[in-house]
């Protein structure tokens, strides 16, 4: 409940006994009372809120030191002007106003009451003062309104360029292009002169189309209609997610903006999940590590950490996992963020901190749910890394992602996480480090040719495969994690145990005329 911080009673009555002290003539504490002293030059201004002031216990304020106050969004004009008040300070439990009266200040602490349960602190200025205050904020209130008004407009506007049928057709254009070229990302970017938008293809950036940069206020928001998002917001960044259809295609997409200095950056991620094989056969791995990795998902509980830098295919390759396992007798719940692929037979959650749904959250509440096998998206801190091991360790297999070069660095970033080296030694079973390629293409066999083949698009690549280095646990490997021995020295106990690494899983596929040396070089060159 709000209160006033003086007793109004005792207040008007030192105030009755000052002015009459004043002015013997007083007739008695009322607004009439005190204007008609200052009318008839009995009292100032000054010396009336001076008075006032003295008989409430409140510091006389310095009208010069005070700025025009920044309206709290609950406090419309409106208020203020009917009771004759301006906001001082205001914090979300207390409130000082500026008044040039103090009569009525029941009626004023009732209506702060009713509206913002706050404390309410009084301070006296000047009534000329006062009536500039709200005469300037009601200019600004005017301008704010007029702003809107043309925003609003300008949002009609937006709308019916975004409407226009060769607008509609140009988009259009742009995601049947990425389509056919088989994308993974659409990038839209407006310069000085023109709008570029490129595609993302096997993990590489090619322009696709340039347009004037008169039509990018109309591409734009096309796009975002389509995304749900604030079409006449360009000033700050913007996530939406939409679905597509093109025929049978059914695209699912994300859609992010931000403000750059030439307009905004327009980045569309496509996800079609029937164009994306979620088959561990299919990502790339040589008959031994694939053989090794089916074995090691096929345990009933521990960790699984799959890892690489962003864009290495690490989603695929989870998802892989959870559609092999994925059968009526397991629980599976995935926390996401976002949930790229929704998938049936999988409880997703994603992963919503505004509501206070963060990873740990999340998992936390994921294992009183009676789960066989948890997938969480992403390992980020100490918290997350204690819950999924705890998970791991009382029945549950935990399958996550955490961004290492390479295998035996996983090992590492836990530690440097703050976990306990028998923790991760006990419930960490295996790692897959991982990396994408472009294969060549089966048509050009990436020959430079007169006419530019159709299958590649004249890059000479089409589609990707995985390289990869899996690193699994055993004794030996956990009594050095134990003894927090180096990633250097896991490595080569993991090696002389007989695990490819990186960058011989990719040499083996140059032999093999999978990808280029080039390629493996561009993809892996830390390696």
Not at 115 to 122: E, F, G, K, L, S
Not at 414 to 427: K, P, R
Request: proline share 3%; glycine share 6%; net charge negative.
């Amino acid at each position: 409940m709000s209160k006033l911080d003086i007793d109004l009673d005792a207040a008007l009555r030192m105030l009755t006994e000052k002015m009459r002290s004043r002015c013997p003539e007083y007739a008695g504490a009322s607004e009439s009372s005190d204007r008609k002293l200052v009318a008839d030059g009995k009292l100032t201004e000054a010396q009336l809120v001076e008075i006032y002031s003295n008989a409430f216990g409140v510091p006389v304020l310095d009208e010069e030191d005070i700025a025009l106050p920044e309206v709290p969004a609950d406090f419309p004009i409106a208020f203020f002007n009917a009771h004759e008040c301006v906001t001082l300070e205001f914090d979300g439990d207390d409130v000082t106003l500026m008044v040039a009266s103090p009569y009525g200040l029941g009626e004023l602490l009732y209506q702060v009451q009713m509206a913002w349960q706050c404390n309410v602190h009084i301070r006296f200025v000047r009534r000329p003062f006062l009536e500039r205050l709200l005469s300037r904020l009601q200019n600004v209130q005017d301008e704010q309104d007029e702003q809107k008004e043309q925003e609003a407009d300008d949002e009609n506007t937006l709308r019916t360029l975004a409407g226009e049928a060769r607008i509609v057709r140009l988009v259009n254009d742009i995601f049947t292009r990425a389509l056919e070229l088989g994308a993974s990302d659409i990038h839209i970017e407006p310069d000085e002169d023109s709008v570029t938008v490129r595609c993302r293809v096997d993990g590489v950036l090619t322009e696709i189309l340039s347009a004037p940069r008169n039509q990018f206020p109309a591409i734009a928001s096309r796009i975002k209609l389509l995304g749900g998002l604030n079409i006449a917001e360009s000033r700050l960044p913007q996530d939406g997610r939409t679905n597509v259809s093109f025929g049978r295609i059914q695209l699912d997409m994300r859609i992010s903006t931000i403000p750059i200095l030439t307009g905004e950056s327009i980045v569309l991620r496509l996800l079609n999940k029937e164009s994306v094989n979620f088959d561990l056969s299919q990502l790339g791995m040589s008959e031994a590590h694939l053989r090794q990795f089916e074995k090691l998902i096929r345990i009933p509980h521990g960790i699984i950490l799959v890892v690489g830098p962003t864009g290495s295919g690490k989603t695929t390759t989870l998802y892989s996992v959870i559609s092999q396992l994925n059968d009526s007798k397991k629980k599976i719940i995935t926390i996401e963020d976002p949930v790229e692929y929704r998938t049936r037979g999988l409880c997703q959650v994603q992963v919503n901190p505004k509501i206070g749904v963060t990873f740990a959250s999340g998992l936390r509440s994921i294992v009183r749910q009676d789960p066989d096998v948890i997938l969480v998206g992403e390992i980020r801190d100490k918290e997350t890394a204690d819950i999924a091991i705890n998970a791991a360790l009382t029945g549950h297999l935990v399958l996550s992602t955490l961004h290492t070069n390479d295998a035996v660095g996983a090992v590492t970033r836990l530690l440097d996480m703050g976990v306990e080296n028998f923790l991760v030694s006990s419930a960490l079973f295996g790692v897959l480090s991982q990396r994408l390629v472009r294969k060549i293409c089966p048509v050009c066999h990436g020959e430079k040719q007169a006419v530019k083949c159709r299958k590649c698009n004249g890059t000479g690549y089409k589609g990707r495969s995985g390289i990869f280095e899996l690193l699994i646990l055993d004794d030996e490997l956990r009594e050095a994690v134990n003894r927090n021995a180096s990633s250097g020295e896991l490595e080569k106990i993991a090696v002389r145990h007989g695990m490819i690494t990186l960058k011989e899983d990719g040499e083996a596929k140059v032999a093999a005329g999978v990808t280029t040396a080039d390629e493996l070089n561009r993809s892996a060159a830390e390696l």
